[in-house]
C-alpha cells in the first residue's frame, strides 16, 4: 500500500518562501511520478506539478511556473502570493498521466498579504 504523508506547511507573508516535503512509502516499481495538487476555499482542485522519477521530466501549472520547483520528495515554492493560499496535497502513481492515484492528507498553505 502506497502511503504519502506530508509536512512543511504554515504561514507565512507574501513574497515568502516555503518547502513542502512528501513521505513516501509503499511502491512496488521502480518508475513512478509524483505531483502536488493544491486546493483553495470554494475553488475546484487544482493540479499544479508532476515529476517523472525515470526522466526526471518536470510539468507545472501556469499559476506555479516559474515560483515553484518539484522534487521527488517535496516541493519548493518561492515568491509566494495571497491566492497561492490552499491546502496542498501530495500525490503519487505510475506515471504524471495517473499521478492522482494516491493521496496524502494535505497539508495548509496560507500566505498572507
Known amino acids: 500500500e502506497v502511503k504519502l504523508v506530508e509536512s512543511g506547511g504554515g504561514l507565512v507573508q507574501a513574497g515568502g518562501s516555503l518547502r513542502l516535503s512528501c513521505a513516501a512509502s509503499?511502491?512496488?516499481?521502480?518508475?513512478?511520478?509524483m505531483g502536488w495538487f493544491r486546493q483553495a476555499p470554494g475553488k475546484a482542485r487544482e493540479r499544479i506539478a508532476c515529476?517523472?522519477s525515470e526522466s526526471g521530466r518536470q510539468h507545472y501549472a501556469a499559476s506555479v511556473k516559474g515560483r515553484f520547483t518539484i522534487f521527488l520528495d517535496s516541493l519548493e515554492m518561492n515568491n509566494l502570493k495571497p491566492e497561492d493560499t490552499a491546502v496542498y496535497f501530495c500525490?503519487?502513481?505510475?506515471?504524471?498521466?495517473?499521478?492522482?492515484?494516491?493521496w496524502g492528507q494535505g497539508t495548509q498553505v496560507t500566505v498572507s498579504s
Open positions: 500525490t503519487s502513481g505510475g506515471d504524471c498521466a495517473d499521478v492522482d492515484r494516491y
Open positions: 515529476i517523472d
Open positions: 509503499g511502491f512496488t516499481h521502480d518508475a513512478y511520478a
